[in-house]
């Protein structure tokens, strides 16, 4: 049962990246960053364990939302100025700290934190002009597919041998981002992966939004939170998404 999920992850990544060979860098980190393979792995630790343990999963990844926000600010600096290795470590390095530090912060602390930093990193992240076309090819789309997979395996091993806060912890890294990033600079340019970076954490309000209706209504309504989820996360993308720097036509 577990490995349906599993597979079916990179299978929904694939699809999303269709998106970006049409709308470019910002579009790509946009949609990397939604809550696609989270949903997946929620649905599998459900599976594999209890809908309470995918729950608290959900929660803990909620409250490390602000984490993905450093990550992505610190990573976008780190790239103009640095290169892609040191940029890579270094927002990897960002995470983990706050990470660690959030551990000592209660969840509602925590998930308050990442409002106004999701306000205000938007202008901290130096990003070149919004430019169509893909960078990622059959590698890139085959990395991101990778990635998802590995998500999903990891949160319901994870949970199962850590329990779901850890689990959240893990899953909440931007995985997909990274690898999209890693992609678009290999093939483009630093400025272009910085982009995709301001579409991750432009993005991150939906991933937000859906990890907390999850974490609030699967203890009383099972899966089925998972579609009321679903819906107030494509509320927050239709926002978000009227935001977001795209080329012209």
Excluded: K
């Excluded at 990179?10 to 860098?25: F, I, K, Q, S």
């Excluded at 100025?81 to 700290?97: D, N, P, W």
């Excluded at 209504?217 to 977001?244: D, E, F, K, N």
């Amino acid at each position: 049962m577990v490995l349906v999920p599993v597979l079916i992850a990179p299978a929904l990544m694939a699809a999303a990246t269709a998106v970006e060979r049409r709308l470019g860098a910002s579009a790509a980190g946009w949609v990397a960053a939604l809550p696609v393979s989270l949903a997946v792995a929620l649905f599998a630790v459900a599976v594999d364990s209890s809908t309470g343990r995918a729950s608290a999963l959900a929660l803990s990844a909620a409250t490390h939302v602000f984490a993905q926000v450093v990550f992505g600010i610190v990573s976008a600096a780190a790239l103009v100025r640095c290169g892609l290795i040191l940029a890579v470590a270094a927002g990897t390095l960002a995470y983990l700290v706050c990470s660690l530090a959030l551990a000592y912060v209660p969840d509602l602390l925590a998930v308050g934190l990442a409002i106004p930093a999701l306000i205000a990193a938007p202008r901290l992240i130096p990003a070149g002009p919004p430019m169509a076309g893909s960078a990622q090819g059959r590698i890139g789309a085959a990395a991101t597919c990778t990635a998802s997979m590995a998500i999903v395996a990891t949160a319901v091993v994870t949970s199962r041998l850590a329990g779901p806060t850890l689990a959240g912890a893990i899953t909440a890294f931007p995985t997909m981002s990274t690898a999209l990033a890693v992609t678009i600079a290999t093939c483009r340019n630093a400025a272009a992966a910085a982009s995709a970076l301001l579409g991750l954490v432009r993005s991150l309000p939906c991933y937000l939004t859906f990890c907390l209706v999850f974490a609030l209504l699967a203890p009383a309504l099972g899966l089925t939170a998972a579609a009321l989820a679903v819906v107030g996360c494509l509320a927050a993308a239709q926002m978000t998404w009227a935001r977001m720097p795209l080329p012209e036509d």
